[in-house]
């Protein structure tokens, strides 16, 4: 009995690592598009660049970008705001940018609520992830 407990639990994991390494950029790309009801071809690297370049008031009366902490280039490694290194955006810079949709959603939102004071929608994240898969 313990014997099949475990290993029906190893089994789920390995279902869980499964699902986890198909994460893509385009299957969240698809998936964001599927999410705003729009076809994924509709999905805009320049409305997503615009989104990254864009400045809002901050919290703080500063104005705030993605490319505040980020850099104006993508591929270049950027700093948070108390000084710690955040790896390059760009999937071309970093291959494990965007493989994992739980990560991905956790930065959406603790970004777009930085920078955006709100949440981006389904579309603006497949829009930016469509821009930076493009970034060479």
Same mark, same amino acid.
Not at 98 to 122: H, I, M, P, Y
């Given at each position: 009995?313990?014997?099949?407990?475990?290993?029906? +639990?190893?089994?789920?994991? +390995?279902?869980?690592?499964?699902?986890? /390494?198909?994460?893509?950029?385009?299957?969240?790309?698809?998936?964001?598009? $599927?999410?705003? &009801?729009?076809?994924?071809?509709?999905?805009?690297?320049?409305? +997503?660049?615009?989104?990254?370049?864009?400045?809002?008031? =901050?919290?703080?009366?500063?104005?705030?970008?993605?490319?505040?902490?980020?850099? /104006?280039?993508?591929?270049?490694? =950027?700093?948070?705001?108390? =000084? *710690?290194?955040?790896?390059?955006?760009?999937? @071309?810079?970093?291959? +494990?940018?965007?493989?994992?949709? @739980?990560?991905?959603? *956790?930065?959406?939102?603790?970004?777009? &609520?930085?920078?955006? $004071?709100?949440?981006?929608? @389904?579309?603006?994240? &497949?829009?930016?992830?469509?821009?930076?898969? $493009?970034? $060479?």
């Amino acid at each position: 009995m313990i014997k099949r407990l475990f290993c029906s +639990g190893l089994a789920a994991l +390995g279902m869980v690592a499964v699902a986890s /390494a198909a994460d893509t950029p385009a299957s969240l790309m698809a998936h964001y598009a $599927q999410a705003a &009801g729009v076809p994924l071809a509709s999905l805009s690297a320049a409305r +997503g660049a615009a989104l990254y370049r864009a400045e809002h008031p =901050g919290r703080n009366a500063q104005t705030v970008s993605c490319a505040s902490c980020h850099t /104006a280039d993508p591929k270049q490694p =950027g700093r948070s705001r108390v =000084g *710690k290194r955040i790896e390059p955006l760009a999937p @071309a810079a970093n291959p +494990g940018r965007f493989t994992d949709a @739980a990560k991905v959603e *956790k930065w959406f939102r603790r970004n777009c &609520g930085d920078v955006l $004071q709100r949440e981006c929608s @389904a579309r603006e994240k &497949g829009d930016f992830i469509a821009w930076l898969s $493009q970034v $060479q």
